[in-house]
């Protein structure tokens, strides 16, 4: 028994409500060439893509040389080849860097790519360009190319969605040639096409109408059919002036039972009882020569059996008193088969006389408009788009709305709650209420007391605190015997706005404390003022600051290595999402979905390049900080390292992520700006993150750049470690691991449906 190369049995599919395909089975054997024909939007791709493994059917089952399509889809596309409708090559890789490119997904060696490339030039006769860019062939060569690319592996069944599409009717013939070369070297063909002349040539073909198969059979089967040939009629082909024009009153004959437009003549079918030049005469017409007796062609078969469906439809719908006559016009007054029909058949739409003359447009009358002709057409048209973007009204009014309340409550320049940390090593009363009085000034805030020196300097270096108090043991003895106590603040530096803030009001804080002191001291006990130890007199208590990391207070320092961070982020963050995103959009992305390439292969092939440009893009950067602004590391250079790869698996996530938000490139830089704006604005590279509100501040927890930055601050400016920074690195990491999950878990390994 000879089992059949493709098996689909009762194949439906739907998207929501409507009905792609419906219910088709058909069985195509080795070696034919199957063609798919129907109108527009019938369900020929999607009947393809099912058969493809890439879209599930929505019911039924389908095997592709034995294989089922739903659960061994991946086994199936090492033996399929697909050439898709649109061209979906890489236009920027020459002839030859597709072919390979194709012949290395499919797993080719060296000896056998380059045995089966030049095979495949020869068959498409491509040898003579396979330097130039695939984007500069013309149409007929592009899809030799793709041909070329489909044949690569050897495919044991070839599907071709439209191939002739769009291309001359030579190049049209040399591409059926070699189909027909393909046929006869034993590879299965499945095309679908809109060109009669094309189904002619298949040994089999369907006819699907509105997601039906309508029909199924040889061509000169199909052409054999009683419904097109009903008994006691004859058909004719009769030429006529303007044959459109006349096209209705034959059709209202009783006598007529079908009358078909085609080119410049009119297939007639009529009553045997009557002759066509009867019939002519009495609408007063006369033809151009002999009314010619014809067999049905394979157009007269589709166009009779869509317009039996069309009634059929039709009378399911209306009241079904009336019997609806097989000469009733289609309701367009023209099959949808007919439409499409292509170049070959290509219908006068002139109502001109029937002298056929026209009147040539005077040019001076085009530019009476001006140049405000079509303004409103443009303008209505924009409106549109808009309206049916809800990614583009999203970003046009919820997006600022949200960024102007969050970034209007994050902005605060004035510099308030610096965290502080306190290393009271005395303890009594008078030194707590020096405490709270750092806390009353409202520039500090106390988040947290220590109680060793290795805490204290940890507590900095680590980034918890910016400030830090050190009361001494014997503070208030030394206040008590009158004596100078010296308070040290100890400073981070790197913000320099931070910085020269608690320095100031530090100090300003001491020369009040001591001020009050000393006039309290003065009136109440009758006591002089402190003395320094030479026995000067000196206010009560000096407060030293001390400005650690960036004693300079230079703001560049500050700036640069969070700068690293943001630009790390942007190059690997827009160039990944662009990436996959032109690949979905050029129709790349479904061509090598129906290839064996493995969804880690694929994601990871696309992704460790952009990861490379973003390694070469960090180290620039940290060259440039090093040697142009002094910025100089004083941690450990492998940590930075292993921490920046970290931030930058991060960044390809979120890059990932977009690409699976978005459709187009301009929704994936709409969705990057989205991640880009907190990232610079909320994660502490310009604004203290301290400062914000605390539901803002929340947010910042949220954002991969907020840890990295505290990283690169720590480790360049602060020589943070490991431990100084296990907070950050813990929040980084989960933020990586979020982020790669649900990228991955969107980035499926299927067609967006
Ligand atoms: N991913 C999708 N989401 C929603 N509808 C879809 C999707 N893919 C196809 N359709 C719809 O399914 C129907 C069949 O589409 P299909 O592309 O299979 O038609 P076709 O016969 O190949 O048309 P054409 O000859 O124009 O390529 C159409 O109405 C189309 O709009």
């Not at 409103?376 to 973007?389: G, N, T």
Request: hydrophobic share 45%; glycine share 8%.
């Amino acid at each position: 028994m000879r089992h059949p190369i493709i098996d689909v049995r009762s194949l439906s599919r739907s998207f929501g409500t409507l009905t792609a395909v419906r219910d088709v089975s058909f069985q195509v054997h080795r070696g034919s060439i199957f063609g798919l024909l129907g109108p527009n939007g019938s369900g020929k791709s999607t009947i393809i893509r099912m058969l493809l493994g890439i879209l599930p059917p929505s019911d039924g089952d389908a095997s592709v040389l034995g294989m089922n399509v739903k659960d061994e889809a991946e086994q199936i596309k090492p033996r399929v080849g697909y050439m898709s409708q649109q061209f979906s090559l890489y236009g920027d890789l020459s002839v030859q860097e597709n072919i390979d490119f194709y012949g290395r997904i499919y797993g080719l060696d060296r000896n056998r790519l380059s045995h089966r490339r030049d095979v495949v030039l020869s068959l498409t006769g491509l040898h003579d360009r396979v330097e130039q860019l695939a984007g500069t062939l013309s149409g007929g060569w592009k899809q030799r190319l793709a041909l070329a690319c489909s044949l690569i592996h050897e495919p044991d069944v070839l599907f071709l969605d439209e191939p002739t599409a769009g291309i001359d009717p030579v190049a049209r013939r040399d591409l059926w040639d070699l189909l027909f070369e393909l046929s006869g070297r034993g590879v299965t063909l499945f095309v679908t096409t809109h060109y009669m002349d094309e189904a002619e040539r298949c040994s089999e073909v369907g006819y699907i109408f509105e997601s039906q198969l309508l029909v199924l059979g040889k061509p000169h089967e199909l052409k054999r059919l009683p419904a097109v040939n009903p008994s006691g009629t004859r058909r004719y082909e009769i030429r006529l002036p303007n044959p459109a024009r006349h096209l209705p009153a034959l059709r209202d004959l009783p006598e007529v039972h079908d009358a078909t437009l085609f080119g410049e003549s009119i297939h007639l079918l009529l009553d045997d009882t009557r002759s066509p030049e009867e019939v002519l005469a009495g609408l007063g017409l006369v033809a151009h020569d002999e009314a010619r007796e014809i067999a049905p062609s394979l157009e007269d078969v589709f166009v009779t059996l869509t317009r039996n469906a069309e009634e059929r439809a039709e009378s399911s719908l209306v009241t079904p008193k009336t019997e609806p006559s097989a000469r009733d016009p289609a309701p367009s007054g023209q099959s949808a088969f007919q439409e499409s029909s292509g170049e070959d058949e290509s219908q006068p739409t002139s109502t001109a006389d029937d002298d056929d003359d026209f009147t040539p447009i005077d040019p001076t009358e085009r530019n009476d408009q001006g140049t405000w002709n079509g303004l409103w057409a443009v303008l209505l048209k924009e409106l549109v788009h808009i309206r049916r973007q809800p990614t583009t009204l999203f970003f046009m009014l919820v997006v600022p709305v949200m960024q102007t309340i969050i970034f209007g409550y994050a902005i605060d320049t004035q510099i308030e709650h610096i965290p502080t940390v306190v290393f009271n090593m005395d303890g009594r009363q008078v030194s707590r209420e020096l405490t709270s009085a750092f806390e009353n000034t409202r520039r500090f805030q106390i988040i947290g007391h220590v109680w060793d020196e290795e805490s204290f300097q940890r507590a900095l270096s680590s980034g918890r605190a910016k400030v830090g108090v050190r009361i001494p043991p014997n503070y208030v003895d030394q206040l008590l015997r009158g004596e100078q106590t010296r308070l040290q603040v100890l400073i981070d530096g790197s913000d320099s706005q931070v910085a020269t803030t608690a320095q100031s009001t530090a100090q300003l804080l001491g020369k009040n404390l001591s001020i009050q002191m000393a006039t309290a001291k003065g009136e109440a006990l009758q006591l002089a003022p402190a003395r320094t130890a030479s026995g000067q007199s000196a206010l009560p208590i000096e407060v030293r600051t001390r400005l650690l990391y960036n004693p300079d207070l230079e703001s560049s320092h500050f700036f640069v290595p969070g700068l690293v961070g943001i630009i790390l982020q942007l190059v690997t963050l827009f160039l990944t999402s662009f990436a996959v995103v032109r690949e979905r959009e050029i129709g790349t992305l479904e061509q090598l979905f129906v290839t064996p390439v493995g969804r880690t292969g694929l994601l990871l092939g696309k992704l460790l390049p952009y990861a490379l440009v973003g390694f070469v893009a960090f180290l620039t950067v940290l060259v440039v900080m090093i040697y142009v602004f002094g910025v100089e590391i004083r941690g450990s250079i492998s940590l930075l390292f292993v921490l920046s790869m970290l931030f930058m698996i991060c960044s390809l996530g979120l890059g990932l992520l977009v690409s699976t938000l978005a459709k187009t490139q301009l929704e994936a830089m709409q969705f990057a700006f989205v991640i880009m704006l907190p990232s610079v604005l909320l994660s502490g590279f310009v604004f203290p993150r301290s400062e914000m509100p605390f539901p803002i501040y929340l947010i910042t927890f949220a954002i991969p750049a907020t840890y990295y930055i505290e990283i690169l601050r720590g480790v360049v400016l602060r020589g943070a470690d490991f431990i100084d920074l296990i907070p950050w690195i813990f929040g980084l990491i989960v933020c990586g691991v979020l982020v790669i999950t649900l990228s991955v878990f969107r980035f499926q390994k299927r067609l967006k449906v």
